[in-house]
């Protein structure tokens, strides 16, 4: 079943175009891989599917439903999450009280706090790794716990769709392994991925399939060792002529 | 330090515990305070301003908890005493009506604000909302016909009466009264405040302050939560002017639309503890009777210096406030 489908969309920056007719479907339980090199369009998409910004020209679709323009708040409460790419904590909140709010607020609203919403909350943080810093403020964590913490709040909300930003940028190969761990038992939950991944360290391990990206333009898609043997894929990412091709 | 309420943490459980043990000897203190000072009428006086000050910084606060600073707040007090005092002059309202009608009124005028400052945040929304005063206080000044303009009303009816069956009480009667009046006032404000800020409410105020964009992600409506935060802040300044003209029984829009209703209650929030619910209050009912009884006699020209230094010295040195840093410590 599909969860997500692009349709031809577009941006552009005062006439600079960021994407340019991006079609893509996303099926559900899938893990997808969103890679390209710098300012390829990654976070750019990813704030089009997410609200943040609206798309010049083009479609989304969720789960069949035209999301188009909708903002974040909405796109949210329709099952649609994400996380940052740099961590957006609530920092002078309590780590379990950043991942209540978005029990709170992610479907319905209650004005009282209702104790299974707390429950759930410690749960998920039990689930990232950092239950035992329940009570201490976001702006304490370190950073790695910081992007936990922005993944368990994200979780909270009870997405169907996981938009997921540079989850493990700049971690080490320790860190690289547990988040995907993490991420697995994330899809275990049902819960279909999208995963924006520059320096392909995650991706290749866990996606499915990969979308490529180069100057807004989609330049393959396809399983992860497919495209890692693509061409455009290379050139887009090593700069240089394909080997074959010194043969010609 | 987050003032949300959480059952299972020493840390949180030693400053909830300190807050009860304010709450209740405030509460008491003041309950009593007319018996302690054997009725003598400047000190009841002088603490019924303090409590309508605390009631004007409870409800800049409710603003200033989701992280908008406003200088504006005179816009609503002004316009919420002129509300009350002409309905109840000109046209012979209860005061028991015009009271709430004043803080509708100044509630219309946050609707407007927040049009006008939808898309500011930090210090262009504090400039913008120090401009906005400008506009019910021009209105006021030249709409001779209604509010004599900057002559100013004078001979308000006073606070309200209360009869239950046999018994009843004139606030207006005597200082003691119209000190409970406004104290009654505090405790109904303290409580829906504390019950807000305790509620999923008080996540929603506390994340859009945090990170607004992250409170988006999570299914908040950061425009929709601002504006609540800004009508009930509104609603309960306009309440308060209404109370002070009632009490003062005399006003201009030189007074009442003064930077001085702007400034005192931020003021008194910072220095008390902007994330507290009880800090903005205590701030109030200590530093405004220190002003009278000590630096008034002291500087009569100069007293207000107090205030400059008390904010300086907090954001140096407290800048979680004093209530702030002491439900830390203990």
């Not at chain 1, 002078?92 to 319905?108: A, D, E, I, P």
């Not at chain 2, 009632?246 to 005192?264: D, K, M, N, T, W």
Request: charged content about 15%; overall charge neutral; aromatic content about 10%.
């Amino acid at each position: 079943m599909t969860v997500l489908q692009l349709q031809e969309l577009s941006k552009t920056f005062n006439g600079i175009s960021a994407l340019s007719n991006i079609d893509f479907t996303i099926n559900e339980g899938e893990i997808v891989g969103l890679v390209g090199p710098n300012g390829a369009g990654k976070t750019t998409l990813f704030n089009l599917i997410s609200g943040r910004l609206r798309p010049s020209t083009g479609k989304i679709l969720f789960e069949g439903k035209d999301i188009t323009g909708f903002k974040p708040h909405a796109v949210c409460k329709l099952g649609i999450s994400r996380t940052f790419q740099s961590s957006r904590p609530f920092s002078r909140m309590s780590t379990l009280h950043n991942v209540l709010t978005g029990q709170v607020f992610g479907k319905g609203f209650s004005l009282h706090i209702r104790p299974e919403d707390e429950q759930m909350a410690h749960e998920l943080l039990d689930v990232v790794g950092i239950a035992h810093k329940a009570e201490t403020l976001a702006a304490d964590l370190t950073l790695s716990e910081q992007r936990r913490l922005d993944l368990a709040r994200a979780l909270a909300t009870r997405p169907k769709l996981l938009l997921l930003d540079e989850v493990a940028a700049g971690f080490s190969p320790v860190l690289v392994k547990q988040a995907i761990k993490l991420i697995n038992r994330v899809r275990e939950r049902g819960v279909t991925l999208l995963i924006v991944d520059h320096f392909l360290n995650l991706s290749l391990k866990v996606a499915d399939r990969l979308l490529a990206l180069d100057h807004g333009e989609k330049i393959a898609e396809g399983p992860p060792n497919i495209i890692m043997r693509n061409r455009e894929v290379l050139r887009a990412y090593l700069g240089m002529r394909y080997p074959d091709e010194e043969d010609d | 330090m987050s003032f949300f309420a959480s059952k299972n943490t020493k840390l949180n459980t030693r400053g909830l515990k300190f807050d009860s043990v304010g709450l209740v000897t405030g509460l008491v203190l003041l309950i009593i305070l007319p018996a302690l000072v054997k009725s003598n009428n400047y000190i009841l006086q002088v603490f019924t301003h303090a409590l309508l000050l605390a009631n004007l910084a409870l409800a800049w606060n409710i603003l200033g908890v989701s992280g908008s600073i406003s200088l504006g707040h005179a816009a609503f007090f002004g316009a919420g005493a002129y509300c009350s005092a002409v309905l109840s002059l000109e046209y012979g309202l209860s005061s028991w009506l015009t009271i709430p009608l004043a803080g509708l009124l100044a509630a219309g005028l946050g609707l407007i604000m927040n049009l006008i400052c939808l898309r500011l945040r930090g210090a262009y929304f504090a400039l913008a909302t120090l401009a906005f005063v400008e506009i019910p206080r021009v209105i006021t000044d030249n709409w001779d016909e209604l509010t004599h303009g900057s002559l100013g009303l004078v001979s308000l009816p006073g606070l309200p009466s209360l009869s239950l069956g046999t018994w009843s009480v004139d606030f207006s009667a005597s200082i003691m009264a119209s000190y409970y009046f406004v104290f009654a006032f505090s405790l109904v404000l303290l409580g829906l405040v504390r019950f807000l800020f305790n509620s999923n409410l008080g996540l929603a105020f506390q994340a859009i302050r945090e990170e607004e964009i992250a409170a988006e992600a999570v299914g908040i409506s950061a425009n929709r939560y601002r504006l609540l935060s800004l009508l009930l802040s509104a609603f309960f300044t306009g309440v308060s002017g209404a109370c002070y003209a009632h009490l003062v029984r005399y006003i201009e829009p030189g007074l009442v639309y003064g930077l001085h209703f702007s400034a005192i209650p931020m003021i008194f929030a910072i220095c008390g503890g902007r994330f507290t619910i009880l800090g903005p209050a205590m701030a109030a009912l200590i530093i405004y009777p220190l002003d009278q009884f000590v630096f008034h006699p002291l500087l009569p020209a100069g007293h207000e210096f107090l205030y400059g230094v008390v904010l300086i010295l907090t954001v140096l040195f407290l800048p979680a406030g004093f209530w702030g840093s002491l439900r830390k410590i203990f």
